[in-house]
């Protein structure tokens, strides 16, 4: 997440048919939301100020987002915005040169062979 914002109301709200984590600093953000067609809001007020992802681990716990629909909504905007840890480069480990002798053949002089 490229911002520092913080947030002290966080919750969930269904636009054409989706569900979507949503941020606000008020409670009258429910006012704005249901004005452009949003259905199912639920914010809940947090105890502090927190970045978004903090938010949502916030209400992931709280009753209100209980149900299979928040919970789902919730965790997948927690495993879709949480920092990816770089993985270290792995190293090719190092090429040794090493040469085998060759092979020793017992070589035995017949004079009957056809060579």
Excluded: C
Aim: no cysteine.
């Amino acid at each position: 997440m490229a911002t520092d914002k913080l947030f002290t109301v966080a919750g969930i709200s269904k636009l054409n048919g989706e569900y979507k984590v949503r941020f606000a600093n008020d409670m009258m953000r429910i006012k704005v939301l249901a004005k452009s067609g949003h259905e199912d809001i639920r914010l809940a007020d947090l105890e502090g100020s927190f970045s978004k992802l903090d938010a949502a681990k916030a209400i992931l716990g709280l009753e209100d987002f209980s149900d299979a629909i928040a919970q789902s909504t919730i965790t997948e905007y927690i495993e879709d915005n949480t920092p990816k840890a770089k993985a270290a480069p792995v190293k090719a480990p190092a090429k040794t040169k090493t040469t085998k002798a060759p092979a020793k053949v017992a070589v035995t002089e017949d004079e009957d062979a056809p060579f």
